[in-house]
């Protein structure tokens, strides 16, 4: 999976299921879209991949996430997967949690995007970055839901550190719409910004 000496060594600790490419159809599919992931060995690989991918920014429930919603690989398979890199000295986990691959190489990434598929490959960095995007205004960006007598009122807020950019009170007849705004605006906050912004000043 790796093409160095050191990673090498580690990964020869692993069962031949979890470290050979050929071997198929050795993993569990509950949740997982036809196309998906259906060897131990691909599901290893795509964690490397988005690891190499995405490096110092990616968690271990970054990943599961990604391979969740995208329906890519079986959960459970995901975290073992994990686990085991980690355990083998694969892939290594920082203080904070982001993931980084152990000697990591051009040659190594070249080698991984040979064995697995180009939309599995494509779309797994895609929704991941899109997850991290999300944390990350959640955690600089809040929204309050509060119930009144006749529906719920949606509070946007958009911010940086201790400057608050924007806050914007919405109204929702139902709990389910009030989520829905809640959900549409921490995808990206600063697009609902901005498009509020030019239309001020268009007009």
Same mark, same amino acid.
Request: net charge negative.
């Given at each position: 999976?790796?093409?160095?000496?050191?990673?090498?060594?580690?990964? !020869?600790?692993?069962?031949?299921?979890?470290?050979?490419?050929? @071997?198929?159809?050795?993993?569990?599919?509950?949740?997982? +879209?036809?196309?998906?992931?259906?060897?131990?060995?691909?599901?290893?690989?795509?964690?490397?991949?988005?690891?190499?991918?995405?490096?110092?920014?990616?968690?271990?429930?970054?990943?599961?996430?990604?391979?969740? !919603?995208?329906?890519?690989?079986?959960?459970?398979?995901?975290?073992?997967?994990?686990?085991?890199l980690m355990k083998n000295g694969v892939i290594r986990e920082d203080e904070d949690g982001a993931l980084t691959?152990?000697?990591?190489?051009?040659?190594?990434? !070249?080698?991984?995007?040979?064995?697995?598929?180009?939309?599995?490959?494509?779309?797994?960095?895609?929704?991941? +970055?899109?997850?991290?995007?999300?944390?990350?205004?959640?955690?600089?960006?809040?929204?309050?839901?509060?119930?009144?007598?006749?529906?719920?009122?949606?509070? @946007?807020?958009?911010?940086?550190?201790?400057?608050?950019?924007?806050? @914007?009170?919405?109204?929702?007849?139902?709990?389910? +719409?009030?989520?829905?705004?809640?959900?549409?605006?921490?995808?990206d906050p600063i697009k609902v910004y901005e498009t509020l912004i030019e239309a001020i000043f268009d007009n």
């Amino acid at each position: 999976m790796i093409n160095n000496d050191n990673t090498e060594n580690n990964i !020869e600790k692993m069962s031949q299921n979890e470290i050979d490419p050929k @071997l198929r159809f050795d993993a569990f599919m509950a949740g997982v +879209q036809d196309g998906g992931l259906r060897s131990v060995s691909s599901i290893s690989l795509i964690v490397c991949y988005i690891i190499a991918n995405i490096n110092g920014k990616v968690t271990a429930d970054n990943i599961t996430r990604t391979m969740d !919603e995208g329906m890519f690989a079986n959960h459970f398979e995901v975290a073992d997967a994990i686990s085991k890199l980690m355990k083998n000295g694969v892939i290594r986990e920082d203080e904070d949690g982001a993931l980084t691959l152990v000697n990591n190489s051009r040659a190594n990434i !070249e080698l991984i995007e040979m064995d697995l598929p180009l939309t599995i490959r494509e779309n797994s960095i895609k929704l991941c +970055q899109k997850i991290i995007a999300k944390e990350k205004y959640k955690r600089e960006n809040k929204v309050e839901i509060t119930k009144k007598d006749k529906g719920y009122i949606v509070n @946007l807020n958009v911010s940086d550190n201790d400057t608050d950019y924007l806050s @914007l009170n919405l109204f929702a007849s139902t709990k389910e +719409q009030a989520e829905m705004i809640k959900d549409k605006f921490i995808s990206d906050p600063i697009k609902v910004y901005e498009t509020l912004i030019e239309a001020i000043f268009d007009n």
